[in-house]
């Protein structure tokens, strides 16, 4: 069993920046492709960034060049670095951990709030 913990959300201005952390317990952190996912009210949840455990990175669009996903796999973390924060930003963003053997394991989210 994984269990994911996030913390970093708050409320932020617009143009802030915000650093999200999830922390993992569990065994093989090493081999599981990590993401950051987000849903804002009356959306549908949507993926942000993901590294996998080669790291190569994926971003939305929304976010290329504002955000920066890395992963520790000694303290079995990954962050998610936000930069130039947008009111369209504010969401529930969520970690996510998916193993080869096709497991996958949410966090209980953390709040993004972007005031403009």
């Known amino acids: 069993q994984v269990q994911l913990v996030e913390s970093g959300g708050g409320l932020v201005q617009t143009g802030g920046s915000l650093r999200l952390s999830c922390v993992s317990s569990?065994?093989?952190?090493?081999?599981?492709?990590m993401g950051w996912y987000r849903q804002a009210p009356g959306k549908q949840r949507e993926l942000v960034a993901r590294?996998?455990?080669?790291?190569?990175?994926t971003y939305a669009d929304s976010v290329k060049g504002r955000s920066t996903i890395s992963r520790d796999n000694v303290k079995k973390t990954v962050s998610l670095q936000m930069d130039s924060l947008k009111p369209e930003d504010t969401a529930v963003y969520y970690c996510?951990?998916?193993?080869?053997?096709?497991?996958?394991?949410w966090g209980q989210g953390t709040q993004v709030t972007v005031s403009s």
């Open positions: 569990g065994s093989f952190f090493s081999i599981a492709t």
């Open positions: 590294i996998n455990m080669r790291g190569s990175t």
């Open positions: 996510k951990a998916d193993f080869p053997s096709g497991q996958d394991y």
